[in-house]
């Protein structure tokens, strides 16, 4: 059955501009949105397969809309002229793949598309409508469906009528009421002011349409009668802007439309001009547009070989061993400690064969020569997620080793801010061949459940496949982005240092935890009774109704900020009127102490593990933009340290071995030490050169005054200051820390960049570096891409400059943490060191340690820290232990 496909081109490669970090070829051109524009035609192409294509674009500014409303669109920023130099480069690339693309003055593409699908529509052809623009909803029909982008460009969200009524509760005709009643700030369509979606469905569900919603307007009771009634004028002419016009004359003919794929030579031409260097290594230019698989590697999926190995074909997969390329191990649950592991797919890329192997089998006496290989440090494997893998089966006392190549790892440092890393997302982004998402198969929350074996089967060795399709690109990409050393020398070693961590764990006291949390629960007990006391009466502390009640109507204390259920009670506000009433300060320690109750007494708890009598949490490598790890299950990075309940906590976990200690080794003031390295400043450099305390050196450089002048407020000042530099804090930040004006705030910023010049230039220098290459790096070449630093929006801009300041400071401290760490488990092994490491917290490591051996921790914990990364500036580490981490802080 013919079938067309027809893309809104103004549409999606705006988002793709907007989607994709910046790329440019060597003629300095910007690419970025063509790139993104054509692995979606390439995904298009494979899993519509089309007879009949167009791209439709918007002709100009000027349209028939604009003759009824002038400001018809008059709210939109001018295209960006990276963006603008990017149509021409697309329309060439169209011609080359042999799709027909279509313009036509006074109209725009959703007019074209419109007529378009109209015709088709009556012809019976099936039709599928390309946009990142809901108003083409309102073509879906029987024939017709809308495929709307999401996450940028890498998904779509597919709607016909039944789906679109599934969301909306509309039919298709209704999307022009919807646009009527709330407008399209985007095109400058006003609607009814106060009117948002919401709304508008509630008011359409309830009369069906734009007039009916006016005719009945004067029922509609308050405020929102009257919006109607006064703006009945705008919604009809609203709803005549955003209806499409399905009858523009002299669109291309049927015939014209027709797609037999693009010419190799041609198509080739255009992609090495623009030096898509992955797609050209990707596609078959000898095989028209049947022929986009890479040369040398994988059949297409629909001739994928899968064999699922039992006993018998168990010696066919061992002998086959030394050919496999690549592996995937499937371990289902977010906690890899408890995950459940399904089997493991192996890929073999001379023969195109998947082989799986199901758990039972895997851990059968006749499967040790798979089981031994897996183990073999020697032999060398590529798979995706070592992490996980690791620890989901070292529980299951399955070592692994020998892996040379993660492709989450290498997805993660090719774009630590890009969402979509998951195997599915990646290969769409490389243009290879497609990999179902894990929500397809297994299903999401209450609905998840393996699938049956064969299904299983063929998507694990899928994504075996797919790591080894991935790995020569992204071996290439990090070469080119400079993070080759950064991925072999730190965060692929590190990937097994955090296993070990984890496995080892640490003991965490039950008994312990359960007698402090009886304390903290009688602490709350007389604290309550101290809030009702204060009161005058008993309520509810939890409910911000009724702790609204007590405080603004019953003390009359100042309201500072309203919500729309009546007077805030949040943190913030409550730190406003602590000075007003003692109360104030109760319940914010009520609040404190009852999160540790909750959070942390009763969450670690659950977290200890009943065989061990430790806590095992797991790190999170691929989380964090600036390179930081993050702690999950349990989270043992955010206990609150500030409040000396809280570093209680920590007396609760304790060496796991009679007699050992808890040793702790802390980074001092590190970030601020990258900051005097990275901006040379000379004042900074003297601080940490001359081991002054740099807050109260700060302090005197500001106020101009000597060492013995400086007082505890002006340090505390100096302290805000310094740690608002490195996290790129504003006026009205520092403002809010240090209780202050604005103003006062902002000449204190000033005041600190006219001292610490060095400083200032290095944050004017860093953000000019990124609007020119389009990222920022840490000093191990670690990258940050930052699309919005030229946004002409100044909130996302600001954002953006913020983020380059601070990256690369924030990023090298992580980084070098992380290399301590790799380097510290080297040094253990090295001395035949019976001492555990057993947390990265922050700028701390953890360690237990045996009595031997303490006076040799002493001295080669700082060494190696100290000693990670030569800097400008000494680095500092301060250690200390006892008998539990409480201690030894």
Known sequence: MEKLVVVDGNSIIYRAFFALPPLTNSAGLHTNAVYGFTTMLLRLIEEEKPTHMLVAFDAGKATFRHEGYAEYKGGREKTPPELSEQFPLLKDLLRAFGIPQYEKSGYEADDIIGTLTRIADEKGMRVTVVSGDKDMLQLASEHVTVALTRKGISEVERYDPAHLHEVYGLKPHQIIDLKGLMGDASDNIPGIPGVGEKTALKLLHEYGSVEEVLSQADGIKGKMGEKIREHAEDARMSKKLATIFREVPEVPEWDGLAYGGYDGPSLQAALRKLEFKSLLEKMDFSGGADGDGEEGAAPAQESFDVAVVDDAKLGELIEALPAVDAMHIEAVGENPHHADVLGVALYVPESGRGYYVPYDVLASEAAAPLRDWLADAETPKRMYDLHKAEVALAWRGLPLRGVRFDVLLAAYLLDPTESALALDGLVRKYGLPQVASDEDVFGKGAKFAVPELARLADHLCRKAQAVSLLTPLMERDLEEGGMHRLYYDLEHPLASVLSTMELTGI??????????????????????????????????????????????????LPVWKKTKTGPSTDAEVLEKLAPYHEIVKEILLYRQLAKLQSTYVEGLLKEINPKTGKVHTYYRQTIAATGRLSSQFPNLQNIPIRLEEGRKIRQVFKPSEPGWYIFTADYSQIELRVLAHISGDERLREAFLNDMDIHTKTAMDVFGVSANQVDANMRRQAKAVNFGIVYGISDYGLSQNLDITRKEAANFIEQYFSVFQGVRKYMDDIVQTARKDGFVTTLLQRRRYLPEISASNFNLRSFAERTAMNTPIQGTAADIIKLAMVQMAERLKAEGLQSRMLLQVHDELVFEVPPDELETMKRIVPEVMEGAIQLDVPLKVEADYGTNWYEAK
Do not use: C, W
Not at 530 to 536: K, R, T, V
């Open 507 to 556: 003991r965490t006291d039950g008994d312990d935890l359960r007698t402090y949390g009886e304390q903290l629960a009688a602490r709350l007990t007389d604290i309550m009774q101290s809030i009702y006391e204060h009161a005058g009466m008993e309520f509810n502390i939890n409910s911000p109704k009724q702790l609204g009640e007590v405080l603004f109507d019953k003390l009359g």
